[in-house]
């Protein structure tokens, strides 16, 4: 799989967990307010907490092929010989 296809991959799936984790954070914070039992927000609030890390972690990697890409088509088209256009 190319860097450009793990960084289109990864960037969008890890935004979209991380909106979802936010969203478990709130669901949890209410259970919480509602007067939940403790065990029961404390559960919600860390896989809660786990899936926004997630989400982080996946958009960090898509920043990393983002930059991966965009040094290798810069080597690409620094090695690229423009004397020789006229043959193409």
Excluded at 4 to 15: C, I, N, Q, S, V
Excluded at 17 to 44: D, I, M, N, Y
Excluded at 66 to 85: C, G, I, M, P, T
Aim: proline content about 2%.
């Amino acid at each position: 799989m190319t860097h450009k296809k793990k960084w289109l991959l990864f960037a969008p799936a890890g935004l979209i967990v991380v909106g979802f984790g936010t969203c478990l954070v709130q669901w949890a914070a209410s259970k919480k307010e509602q007067g939940a039992p403790t065990g029961e927000w404390v559960a919600a609030g860390t896989v809660a907490l786990g899936v926004f890390n997630a989400g982080l972690s996946l958009l960090g990697r898509g920043i990393v092929e983002n930059v991966l890409y965009e040094v290798r088509e810069k080597e690409a088209e620094q090695d690229f010989d423009y004397s020789n256009v006229a043959r193409f």
